[in-house]
C-alpha cells in the first residue's frame, strides 16, 4: 500500500457533522443564556429585597410590592412586574416568581419554568 492512497485528517463529511454540530450548540446557547442571565437578576433582585428588608423591615405588602417593582425598574425587567406575588405569612412576607420562557430547540419548542420564593422574616 502506498502512501498515497492512505487519507490524512478528516473528511468532508466528518467536516460537515463536525460544524453541524458546532452551530447547533451555538444556537441553543443564543437561546439560553438570556433565559439564565435573566434568572440570575431574578435571583438579585430578591437578595436586594431581602436585604433591604433585613436593615429595615418593611411594614406591609405594599412596601415590599414597590421595592421589587423598583428594583425591576433599575434592571429594565419591568415586564415581569405581574410574575412577582407578595403575601403576609406569620409574621413577614412571602414572594413568590413565577414566569414562563419558551426555549427553541430548533424541532421542536419546550417551555421553562422559573419559579423561585423567598421568605421575609
Not at 463529511?13 to 447547533?24: D, E, N, P
Not at 446557547?29 to 439564565?36: G, N, R
Not at 413577614?92 to 414562563?100: D, K, Q
Amino acid at each position: 500500500m502506498s502512501n498515497r492512497n492512505r487519507q490524512h485528517g478528516g473528511s468532508a463529511l466528518g467536516t460537515i457533522v463536525t460544524l453541524a454540530i458546532i452551530a447547533y450548540g451555538v444556537f441553543f446557547a443564543v437561546q439560553y443564556v438570556p433565559q439564565y442571565l435573566e434568572s440570575t437578576q431574578v435571583d438579585s433582585i430578591l437578595e436586594t429585597v431581602a436585604d433591604a428588608h433585613r436593615k429595615k423591615p418593611m411594614a406591609d405588602p405594599d412596601e415590599v410590592r414597590s421595592a421589587i417593582a423598583a428594583q425591576l425598574y433599575i434592571n429594565q425587567m419591568d415586564g415581569l412586574k405581574d410574575s412577582f406575588t407578595v403575601k403576609r405569612t406569620g409574621g413577614g412576607y412571602t414572594v413568590n416568581v413565577r414566569y414562563e420562557r419558551d426555549l427553541n430547540l430548533l424541532f421542536t419548542t419546550r417551555p421553562r419554568i422559573y419559579e423561585k420564593t423567598l421568605k421575609l422574616d
